[in-house]
C-alpha cells in the first residue's frame, strides 16, 4: 500500500519498509522488491491519471499540500527538455517520483513510455535496494538509511552525464 501511495500522493518512499523487510526476511528480498516495484507502477498509474483526468480537482491541491509548485513548474520544464527519460530517471532518484507521474498526466504522455520508464527506473531502484541489503546485511541496511539520498543524486548525475555525452556524440 505504502509503495502505490507514495507514487501519487503520499510523502513517504517505500525504501522505508522495503529494506528492514528485505533484511528480516532476506529469502524474500526479491519478492519484496517485486511487490514493490508492481504497486510503485500502479500507484504511479494513478498519478497519472490524476494528472490527466483531474488535475484541477486533485492534482493541484494535492501540489498546494506539499507546497511543491515550483517543483512541480520545474518538472513541467525537464519534461519538455528531455521527455520520457525524466520518468526513469525520477523513479531511480530520491526526486519525488509523484511529481512526475501527475506531470506525465497533465502533459498527456504516451502511457506505454510511462510505463516502460517507470518500471525500468522503479525496479531498479527498489532491487538495488533489495539487493544490497540482502548481500550486505545490517551493515549495509545503516549505511544506506544514512546515504540513500546521496547514491541516488549521484546516480542522477551519472544518467545525466551519459545522457549529454550521448547527445553530444549523436
Known amino acids: 500500500m ?3 501511495a507514495e507514487s501519487s500522493f503520499f510523502p513517504i518512499p517505500p525504501d522505508v519498509m522495503l529494506a528492514p523487510m528485505s533484511l528480516s526476511k532476506p529469502g524474500k528480498a526479491w519478492y519484496f522488491a517485486s511487490l514493490t516495484t508492481i504497486t510503485s507502477v500502479l500507484g504511479g498509474v494513478l498519478g ?6 483531474l488535475f484541477d480537482e ?3 491541491p494535492l501540489i498546494e499540500l506539499y507546497n511543491a509548485q515550483e517543483k512541480f513548474d520545474i518538472a513541467k520544464g525537464w519534461f519538455d527538455e528531455y521527455g520520457v527519460w525524466v520518468v526513469f530517471i525520477a523513479g531511480f ?5 509523484k511529481l512526475f507521474t501527475v506531470t ?3 502533459l498527456s504522455l504516451a502511457l506505454l513510455p510511462f510505463l516502460l520508464a517507470s518500471a525500468i527506473g522503479r525496479g531498479a531502484r527498489f532491487f538495488l535496494v533489495a539487493g544490497l541489503i540482502y548481500w ?3 551493515k549495509f541496511a545503516e549505511f544506506l538509511k544514512r ?3 546521496v547514491i541516488g543524486w549521484l546516480t542522477v548525475a551519472l ?3 551519459v545522457l549529454v555525452v550521448w547527445s553530444v556524440l549523436k
Open 2 to 4: 505504502l509503495s502505490f
Open 136 to 138: 550486505g546485511g545490517e
Open 58 to 60: 486533485l492534482g493541484q
Open 147 to 149: 546515504r540513500i539520498d
Open 104 to 106: 506525465s498526466g497533465v
Open 48 to 53: 497519472y491519471f490524476i494528472g490527466y483526468f
Open 159 to 161: 544518467i545525466v552525464a
Open 93 to 97: 532518484s530520491p526526486i519525488p517520483y
